[in-house]
């Protein structure tokens, strides 16, 4: 029951943007979209998370449409370890707690 | 960021045994955890969500027989997966929810099972 979608694929050169797109059209006021990436075999890495304002850290920039149903991450100078499969994930409440339902993501490759 | 272990990394177990993976928060207390099985070139799939101190919740299609989960300390859930069979060869990740104030989960570097 993931709730969003993303391509699954994309490239880009090595310095120079990712801008990764998700469409989440099914979420809810109070859900929040987190993006993790992660590298072959290892465990996920978070990256960033939003709930309708646009955010910035040091790894990354996350802008949410106005209606919340798509966002997209942005890292600004892409370098060859960030070459990973980058997971868009709205955080939903279960029968105890919140939980993370990963989708499919989306596979970047960095090109130098 | 907060940082959780998993153990052991890689494992090979006879079919039939039972191997049992750690996952430890090792610089916050982690009330609750969770549980994701990875198949190759898929995505995470939850398996269980864990709270200290009382019986996992177990995602839809997932055998709690199987899939034994004990969460007995704050810093500490253990997954056991009973009988194991060739079918449950897998990336095992566990994650916790951060501290508090923090409200994003950290992930373990998973656990690679191979049953033979």
């Known amino acids: 029951d993931a709730k969003t979608t993303q391509p699954t694929s994309m490239d880009c050169a090595e310095g120079r943007a990712a801008n990764l797109p998700c469409n989440h059209s099914?979420?809810?006021?109070?859900?929040?979209v987190y993006w993790y990436r992660q590298i072959h075999s290892q465990g996920p890495q978070y990256i960033i998370h939003g709930l309708k304002n646009n955010e910035t850290n040091e790894m990354a920039s996350l802008i949410i449409t106005e209606d919340r149903k798509s966002s997209t991450l942005i890292l600004p100078h892409a370098t060859l370890r960030d070459t990973a499969v980058y997971y868009c994930i709205v955080r939903v409440y279960g029968d105890s707690s919140y939980k993370l339902i990963f989708g499919s993501g989306t596979r970047l490759l960095v090109r130098p | 960021g907060a940082v959780v272990s998993q153990h052991p990394s890689r494992v090979i177990c006879k079919s039939g045994t039972s191997v049992k993976i750690e996952c430890r928060s090792l610089d916050f207390q982690a009330t609750t955890m969770f549980w994701y099985r990875q198949f190759p070139k898929q995505s995470l799939m939850l398996m269980a969500t864990?709270?200290?101190?009382?019986?996992?919740?177990?995602e839809q299609g997932v055998e709690k027989d199987k899939f034994l989960i004990n969460h007995a300390s704050l810093t500490l859930s253990t997954l056991t997966v009973t009988s194991a069979h060739p079918e449950d060869s897998s990336f095992y990740i566990c994650?916790?929810?951060?501290?508090?104030?923090?409200?994003?989960?950290?992930f373990g570097q998973g656990t690679r099972l191979t049953v033979v």
């Open positions: 864990s709270n200290e101190g009382s019986k996992a919740t177990y």
């Open positions: 994650s916790a929810r951060g501290p508090a104030g923090q409200i994003e989960a950290f």
């Open positions: 099914t979420i809810s006021g109070n859900e929040y």
